[in-house]
């Protein structure tokens, strides 16, 4: 038996050695749950009823529910969400009773992934135009949310390019339609001063279907195509960021991105070393507004 659990351990340090050797060993992100939504919304099932055979007659209430889901591991403070009927389903020839409505708390989900989704009623409206037979009316929506996306880099104080290793691994991301898709680093350039500087740059991208505005009170309104999408980077780590522009981000129409200088002076060149330093990068300054899918009632005379 004792033989055994030598040859185990023996064969576990092995294992790490080879893994080390081969450059095998796995590097993961800070968030486990990712993805480009960091709140979802969906028309409650069967608020409202969406079935040819159980259409709504005139002035029936109509019940419109919406169920957010936060993605994020923290919660979401109440009022962070905005949500809102759009269409035929606010217009007082067609619909009556229709609400813009802000999100309760919504808490985050959980290690092993389960979501906990909340509600806002948006009604009940009611039909008050004119119906000949049967007819169908499409519901459709909005909502806009507003919270920090918290990015969880690397960034490499080294004067060697070739120990430079990836700055941004899977799950460095939160579940979020803005993203940092790139880092991109140069070694350290230690001055004959003895004192070290840092440049890089990164890239902030619009990844989802929906546009950043300029804060929750902007969301919903009307914008021509000369409104621009901004927001503002914020980078932290061992030593003092500067981003270009105070940390401005303007985002280009036809890419959805925008490509930041930093740089990091000061930097100790008797403390440079190949093992990653902590980088968190935080996008602010912005609301993201998306579109609800739609859903289609019936209505009969």
Same mark, same amino acid.
Request: glycine residues 8%; proline residues 6%; charged residues 25%.
């Given at each position: 038996m004792k033989n055994s659990i030598t040859f185990m351990a023996v064969l576990g340090v092995l294992t790490m050695f080879i893994a080390g050797c081969t450059g095998t060993t796995a590097s993961t992100g800070y968030y486990k749950?990712?993805? =480009?939504?960091?709140? @979802?919304? @969906?028309?409650?099932?069967?608020?409202?009823?969406?079935?040819?055979?159980?259409?709504?007659?005139k002035g029936d209430d109509i019940d419109i529910a919406v169920e957010l889901t936060n993605k994020l /591991?923290?919660?979401? /403070?109440?009022?962070?969400?905005?949500? %809102?009927?759009?269409? =035929?389903?606010?217009?007082?020839?067609?619909? @009556?009773?229709?609400?813009?409505?802000?999100?309760?708390?919504l808490k985050k989900i959980d290690e092993q992934g389960v979501e906990n989704p909340d509600e806002v009623e948006l009604g009940p409206i009611k039909y008050v135009g004119d119906i000949s037979g049967k007819i169908p009316k499409t519901i459709i929506g909005q909502y806009c949310y507003s919270y920090p996306v918290k990015v969880k880099a690397n960034l490499f104080y080294t004067a060697k390019a070739e120990e430079?290793?990836?700055?941004?691994?899977?799950?460095?991301? /939160?579940?979020?339609?803005?993203?940092?898709?790139?880092?991109? *680093? %140069?070694?350290? !350039?230690?001055?004959?001063?003895?004192?070290?500087?840092? =440049?890089?740059k990164v890239t902030v991208k619009n990844k989802g279907a929906g546009r950043v505005v300029s804060s929750l009170g902007d +969301?919903?309104?009307?914008?021509?195509? %000369?409104?621009? *999408?901004?927001?503002?980077?914020?980078?932290?780590?061992?030593y003092n960021?500067? +981003?270009?522009?105070?940390?401005?981000? @303007?985002? *280009?129409?036809?890419? *959805?991105?925008k490509i930041v200088d930093c740089t990091?002076?000061?930097? !100790?060149?008797?403390?440079?070393?190949?093992?990653?330093?902590?980088?968190?990068?935080?996008?602010?300054?912005?609301?993201?507004?998306d579109e609800i899918a739609p859903v289609t009632i019936w209505l009969e005379a």
């Amino acid at each position: 038996m004792k033989n055994s659990i030598t040859f185990m351990a023996v064969l576990g340090v092995l294992t790490m050695f080879i893994a080390g050797c081969t450059g095998t060993t796995a590097s993961t992100g800070y968030y486990k749950f990712t993805g =480009d939504k960091m709140v @979802t919304a @969906t028309f409650v099932k069967d608020a409202p009823v969406s079935m040819e055979t159980a259409p709504y007659e005139k002035g029936d209430d109509i019940d419109i529910a919406v169920e957010l889901t936060n993605k994020l /591991p923290e919660d979401i /403070p109440a009022g962070k969400v905005k949500v %809102r009927l759009t269409g =035929d389903a606010t217009m007082p020839n067609f619909f @009556t009773g229709a609400k813009e409505m802000l999100s309760p708390l919504l808490k985050k989900i959980d290690e092993q992934g389960v979501e906990n989704p909340d509600e806002v009623e948006l009604g009940p409206i009611k039909y008050v135009g004119d119906i000949s037979g049967k007819i169908p009316k499409t519901i459709i929506g909005q909502y806009c949310y507003s919270y920090p996306v918290k990015v969880k880099a690397n960034l490499f104080y080294t004067a060697k390019a070739e120990e430079i290793g990836s700055n941004l691994v899977s799950g460095s991301n /939160p579940p979020s339609a803005v993203q940092v898709t790139k880092i991109e *680093q %140069r070694p350290v !350039d230690v001055s004959p001063n003895n004192v070290g500087e840092l =440049d890089f740059k990164v890239t902030v991208k619009n990844k989802g279907a929906g546009r950043v505005v300029s804060s929750l009170g902007d +969301c919903f309104k009307f914008r021509d195509r %000369r409104v621009r *999408q901004e927001l503002k980077l914020e980078a932290k780590g061992a030593y003092n960021i500067e +981003c270009e522009k105070g940390g401005a981000v @303007t985002l *280009q129409e036809d890419t *959805q991105e925008k490509i930041v200088d930093c740089t990091v002076k000061g930097i !100790d060149p008797a403390n440079l070393g190949k093992v990653p330093s902590e980088l968190t990068l935080t996008l602010t300054n912005f609301a993201y507004e998306d579109e609800i899918a739609p859903v289609t009632i019936w209505l009969e005379a």
